[in-house]
């Protein structure tokens, strides 16, 4: 044999199964192969050229014992990871099971006529995947091309039928045939073409962001930026600083704090601290923070409304009705949580010069907790696409954008002209912004001047936020549709009208100036206003999110001659999810929880449409979105740092008070007990896709089976309060 084989190598070929098992205990073993026995071997030992017949078994024993080891060792391995497996399973049922027993439900909401609708599909889905299980194992393995009618009318003939159960389900799949499935593929064309028209609105956004970024295109002011800095001889107009509170506990150190170091003349500055708390204990802290600000020498005032009506909307109307208002001439308003720097007024305000047509210059929003947790990063990536696309191109392009509410400067003819604040809906700020831009009133958004805030770090928080914000522009489309629709159209003719008109009538001129001219716009901006800004964005975005993946889809899997293609399901959702984190570029690594979150959410915000558009209860909901203080406990702790820079009359020991309640008060927030909700639709909806994901089975849809299981997971974490921040 050596002869043989002396070619190879000069070398003894080695018989026996190549490898070595290494074990110091069950749990810790290797396994090392060696080199495997040639192929010539194999047909020497065939032909009864071998070695001598004690090797040859010897050879055999040692084959059977080490295969034997082998196995066993192998069958340890899959039996540990079975084990793993079922632990999880059980860890995770173990978790379910306690969030269901603890968890707090909201009664209104589990009553309502939504969460009945999707219980009634949710029992019809899981009656479906029984009957289709059962047909399955009867015989039934045709796939949606072998659905003949012909075949079908066979099959339903008693004489062909072998049984009860296969004349009924073969009457079942006639019905589908002829009346569930048209139905079903009509609403998912509808769904599919609003998809693909808000995909392109979409792209061209992005293209527009593009555009702007190669171009470099941004506002320009009227004059260069070394006016900024001229001291007392540049632009410094009266500026007025509202800042709205209730029960703002959390944050009101800060708002004042960061307002208080604001760099503007104080001759010219007022600030207004306009507190609906209804909590004493919160008024008392608000007033004495003001009150140490004041002696200072700081213009700040506080103001508490007695009868507290119209939420934001009226607290910010009864500002605005004080006397001396009439002496300003722009108003800066932010909400309690947000921090702008110092020289905010510096880079905002004189956008305004020489721009009469100007009447909102808002800032962007910045977050200091966006890496808090998964909720706040998956929210991060929706407002960073906000502000940088949406809000710069349209105010790029179009000049007009939605008010945000807060962190931006109007000027105070432009916000009375347009009738003021109005407490109709909950968006009040969309609200004034709409009407501003009916009388003529450009915006302009500066992408470079951010102003810092943080996001809502639990789901019940963000909730309420999100049923608010997709709510009232539904209530405000309907008030203000007829507006738009009997607002003239901007021309020459009307222009020259109104000139002429104001040079006739001296008396009246500022009224037909403003009255006549000013409500002109151009019928693409009323178009945009319409079809873009309202219907696509705001109704059209929520209602196919929902219909298409929570509803249609799991239904094309129990009714399968109405199919969905596979690039709806996967790939433009993708590609939009891509566009979508483009300006957040950090975000990549969470494109897919994003992309399963956002169809999540859209229960909410399709609740919130419908609630907004047909005036239910609901809608004029208003709860103020919970802080958690994150953000004013260590930027406060700076600002302490500095304030002797501010506050000369304030001594030290007061400070030092300030910082041991700033600690005592995060202890506190640490031993809160929390508890988290259990949210019923989420939770049949999750239940509605895992059972669809079931039947995918059955069918082999492979994209479609791993899209309902993951979609119907992240169901199933949010609906238990898995996702973000408990609440206390």
């Not at 501003?436 to 936020?465: M, T």
Request: proline share 4%; glycine share 6%; hydrophobic share 45%.
């Amino acid at each position: 044999m050596a002869r043989l084989f002396s070619w190879w190598g000069g070398k003894e070929i080695q018989r026996g199964t190549p490898v070595v098992v290494k074990m110091e205990n069950p749990n810790n073993w290797s396994m090392v192969e060696l080199e495997s026995p040639s192929q010539d071997e194999f047909l020497l030992t065939k032909n009864n050229v071998s070695l001598p017949h004690y090797k040859g078994e010897k050879m055999k024993n040692k084959n059977a014992k080490q295969l034997t080891w082998v196995l066993l060792l192998k069958a340890h391995k899959a039996a540990g990871c079975l084990t793993s497996i079922a632990s999880a399973l059980f860890s995770f049922g173990s978790v379910i099971r306690h969030r269901i027993a603890t968890g707090k439900r909201d009664s209104s909401k589990a009553n309502s006529r939504f969460y009945t609708c999707i219980k009634v599909i949710v029992w019809l889905s899981l009656i479906l995947l029984g009957f289709e299980i059962a047909a399955y194992y009867k015989g039934w393995h045709f796939s949606t091309t072998d659905l003949h009618i012909q075949r079908l009318y066979t099959l339903a003939n008693p004489l062909a039928v072998k049984g009860v159960f296969d004349l009924v389900y073969s009457l079942w799949v006639l019905i589908r045939v002829e009346y569930l499935a048209p139905v079903l593929q009509l609403l998912a064309n509808v769904c599919i073409v609003l998809f693909f028209i808000q995909s392109l609105d979409r792209l061209i956004l992005c293209l527009g962001c593009f555009w702007i970024r190669i171009r470099k295109i941004k506002p320009i002011l009227k004059e260069g930026p070394e006016d900024l800095e001229a001291g007392d001889g540049g632009y410094y107009p009266m500026v007025l600083v509202q800042i709205p509170m209730c029960n703002e506990k959390e944050v009101y150190q800060q708002a004042i704090a960061s307002m208080c170091s604001l760099e503007w003349p104080k001759s010219k500055l007022l600030i207004q601290i306009l507190d609906d708390s209804d909590d004493s204990t919160t008024q008392m802290l608000i007033k004495e923070e003001v009150q140490k600000w004041q002696r200072d020498g700081v213009n700040i005032i506080y103001r508490h409304r007695v009868i507290r009506e119209g939420y934001k909307a009226g607290n910010l109307k009864s500002a605005m009705n004080c006397s001396y208002v009439k002496d300003y001439e722009f108003v800066a308003i932010f909400d309690a949580d947000f921090q702008p720097s110092p020289e905010f007024l510096k880079r905002t305000v004189p956008y305004f010069k020489d721009n009469e047509d100007i009447g909102l210059v808002q800032a962007r929003w910045s977050f200091v907790n966006k890496e808090e947790n998964l909720l706040t990063r998956l929210q991060h990536i929706n407002l960073a696409f906000h502000f940088e696309v949406e809000q710069q191109v349209n105010g790029i392009f179009l000049n007009f954008f939605g008010f945000n509410g807060t962190a931006g400067v109007w000027r105070i003819k432009a916000l009375e002209g347009s009738g003021g604040w109005l407490e109709r809906t909950t968006v009040e700020d969309m609200d004034i912004a709409v009407r501003a831009h009916l009388h003529g009133w450009k915006f302009i958004f500066l992408n470079d001047v951010k102003c810092q805030c943080e996001v809502p770090e639990s789901y019940e928080a963000y909730r309420k936020q999100q049923h608010r914000w997709h709510s009232g522009p539904m209530q405000l489309f309907r008030l203000c549709f007829p507006a738009i629709i009997e607002s003239n159209v901007y021309n020459s003719f009307y222009l020259k009208k109104s000139i002429y008109l104001c040079m006739i009538i001296r008396v009246w001129s500022d009224i037909l100036c403003f009255q006549f001219w000013l409500m002109q716009i151009s019928i693409w901006k009323k178009g945009n206003l319409i079809f873009l800004f309202f219907l696509l964005r705001k109704l059209i975005l929520p209602f196919y999110s929902f219909t298409l993946f929570c509803i249609i889809l799991p239904m094309t899997m129990f009714i399968p001659e109405a199919t969905l293609p596979t690039w709806v399901v996967c790939y433009i959702p993708a590609a939009m999810s891509f566009l979508n984190i483009l300006p957040s570029p950090r975000s990549f690594p969470f494109i897919v929880p994003y992309l399963l979150f956002e169809n999540t959410m859209s229960v909410t915000k399709f609740n919130a449409m419908i609630s907004g558009l047909f005036q239910l209860g609901s809608s004029y909901e208003w709860i103020v979105t919970k802080k958690s203080g994150r953000s004013s406990e260590g930027d406060l702790s700076l600002l302490i740092d500095e304030k002797p820079k501010h506050q000369r009359g304030t001594s030290e020991p007061n400070l030092g008070d300030l910082k041991e309640e700033i600690k005592q008060k995060a202890r506190k927030s640490s031993r809160k007990k929390k508890h988290n909700r259990i949210y019923t639709k989420e939770l049949a909806l999750a239940f509605l896709l895992l059972t669809a994901s079931v039947r995918t089975l059955l069918s082999a849809q492979g994209i479609h089976f791993y899209f309902l299981l993951f979609q119907g997971i992240s169901f199933l974490l949010v609906g238990l309060d898995l996702i973000g921040e408990q609440v206390d």
